[in-house]
Nanobody, 117 residues
C-alpha cells in the first residue's frame, strides 16, 4: 500500500509561480512513475506532467515551457514547479503513483491551485 502526501498549491496571481511536492511512502519499489494530474470534472483527470525513476518525462502541451517536473528518487518525492501561471491552470491537482510492481495506481487527495488577480 503506497501513501501519497502532497504539499504546496494555494493562490497565485497570473504570471506567478507555485511549487507542488508529493512524497510516496509504504515500501516503495522502483521502477515507478509519479506525477500530477488535474481534476477536470467528476472522475475525469488530465495529465499535467509525470516522470519515471528511469528518466522519461511527459508534459501536457498546455504546460510545456511553463511547468517543470523533477524528482528525488532517494526520498520518493516528485516536485512540480509551476511558472507563468494562467487563470486556466486553476484546478485541483492530484499526485499520481504508478508502477508495474503494484496491482493498482495510487492517487493523492489533491491540492487546490487557484490563479486569480
Amino acid at each position: 500500500q503506497v501513501t501519497l502526501v502532497e504539499s504546496g498549491g494555494g493562490l497565485a496571481q497570473p504570471g506567478g509561480s507555485l511549487r507542488l511536492s508529493c512524497t510516496a511512502s509504504g515500501g516503495v519499489l522502483e521502477p515507478y512513475r509519479m506525477g500530477w494530474y488535474r481534476r477536470i470534472s467528476g472522475p475525469k483527470r488530465e495529465l499535467v506532467a509525470r516522470i519515471w525513476t528511469t528518466g522519461p518525462i511527459d508534459y501536457s502541451d498546455s504546460v510545456k515551457g511553463r511547468f517543470t517536473i523533477s524528482r528525488d528518487n532517494r526520498n520518493h518525492t516528485v516536485f512540480l514547479q509551476m511558472n507563468n501561471l494562467r487563470p486556466e491552470d486553476t484546478d485541483v491537482y492530484l499526485c499520481y503513483f504508478g508502477s508495474p510492481n503494484y496491482g493498482q495506481d495510487y492517487w493523492g487527495q489533491g491540492t487546490q491551485v487557484t490563479v486569480s488577480s
